[in-house]
């Protein structure tokens, strides 16, 4: 009878979170976690509860915090295992006390960081339980405990919970069926995560890069995704653009402005990218290369090579393509032109390459578009699109240029423009295009430089009702070029590309 009663009361508990989820519909709708609350631009004490407020005010989906236990079985709020100097799991409550926070805060209580997050109804509290290096018995008491907490101040419909602690997280799962728990650290498949009932994941943006199969495998298995810590721009980006669910950050405040810029908030949905997370050649399913030394009709002095890390290598998230001076094929210089494979060609959306370009007198870097089938015959029938040009003799300027049949630079009249750019050299910039039915966008660093109109008469000038590819290289000399001579000084130059990124609507 005992036994049945307490089965009564868990259960009771169960129906209560669950209508408390359900009776709070008035939580922040946005992607924003602010790691140990938003602290940095205020220079507010991390996971104090000053930080936790400023979350709250911001309008933060969730504010994030630390839980340790201290050695008389306190649950205070701290990042590190030591406060100011004091170790947390080897002193009492009363010794923690013995310091302050840099506002004047003591050491928050659990208790009394949920009291003052569930004043308010918008920002989640996201309860990070650390494993105490004492033992399982320790980290499974601490899980015990705070589960216990949140319970008796009602606070379910608040809190989820993440921790580094895989079997921290499935004690959670067992005990507290319907909460949301994401695990850390990041050594957890999709599979074994989904097999053992996870809401969420939550990992280091980097992980994902590493294992480009786990975001379409956890978004499968209905898993939540989360990457932590997100603080530079590129970092917040990578995951905004493969529509994460939650961003992990020191820098609310940058994550907010980021999200309203991003293209997904546009309406455009990744198709496609290469982050070349990889290490040596370029990844063979998503690229290959033109090869030769022809000139390619542009009177070009470089060997196009084949697979050669020489000329094309990826490494530390970053493709470097390569000219030298070496000589090949009755040609002085060597460099490569990449190209997405066949099965990656598409028609209209927006494409983004984040570069750095070569500097030197005589370089010729370019990030560009070619049709698939050529449907319209060759070159330039059947069109090409310049998303970025550069000429070395022409420092800090770039172009972007369209050539059809009845616009091309062989009679003088292709459309394109030039615009300065602030160190193109020693800084990355984004360069993109936004291709639809009647019109091509060129942009770089989300500055419009140029708008190319469908004329609606025929495809001598507009032939881009096509699927294009995209093609990458550095071309030494040429007709363009190589008009002011090539500085041999200059070499090796490369070409640094940190991502690229098709979408679509």
Known sequence: MKRLLISTMFIGMIVTNTMAQKTITTWNKNQVVAHRGAWKKLGLPENSIASLQQAVKLGCHGSEFDVHLSKDSVMVVNHDPNFLGINIGKSTYKELLAKKLSNGESIPTLESYLKAGMKQKKTKLILELKPQNLGRERDSLLTAMALKMVRKMKAEAWVEYISFGYDICTQIIGAMPGAKVQYLKGDATPEKMNADHFSGVDYHFSVYQKNV????????????????????????????????????????????????????????????????????????????????????????????????????KVDKGVLSIIARKADKENMKFTSARVTTRKKFDWKYGRLEVRAMLPKGKGLWPAIWMLPGDWKYGNWPSSGEIDVMEHVGYEPDTVYTT??????????????????????????????????????????????????????????????????????????????????????????????????VRVYQK
């Open 213 to 312: 199969d786990y975001i379409p495998k956890f978004k499968k298995f209905g898993i939540t995704l989360n990457g932590w810590t997100a603080n530079l721009p590129q970092e917040i980006e990578y995951l905004l653009a493969n529509n994460f669910d939650y961003i992990t950050t020191n820098e609310p405040e940058l994550t907010f402005e980021l999200i309203k810029k991003s293209p997904v908030a546009k309406g455009w949905k990744l198709k496609w990218a290469d982050e070349f997370n990889g290490k040596g050649l370029p990844d063979p399913n998503n690229w290959t290369y033109d090869v030769g030394g022809s000139g390619w009709g542009n009177e070009e002095k470089q060997f196009y090579t084949n697979a050669d890390t020489l000329n094309a």
């Open 402 to 499: 369209v050539h059809t049949k009845s616009f091309n630079h062989k009679i003088n009249t292709q459309v394109g423009k030039g615009l300065k750019v602030i160190n193109p050299y020693t800084e990355y910039h984004l360069y993109a295009i936004e291709w639809f039915a009647d019109h091509i966008d060129f942009f770089i660093d989300d500055q419009k430089a140029l708008t190319f109109k469908n004329s609606g008469k025929g495809s001598e000038q507009w032939p881009f009702d096509q699927s294009f590819h995209l093609l990458m290289n550095v071309a030494v000399g040429g007709g363009w070029g190589g008009k002011k001579g090539i500085d041999e000084s200059v070499f090796p130059a490369e070409m640094k590309v940190d991502y």
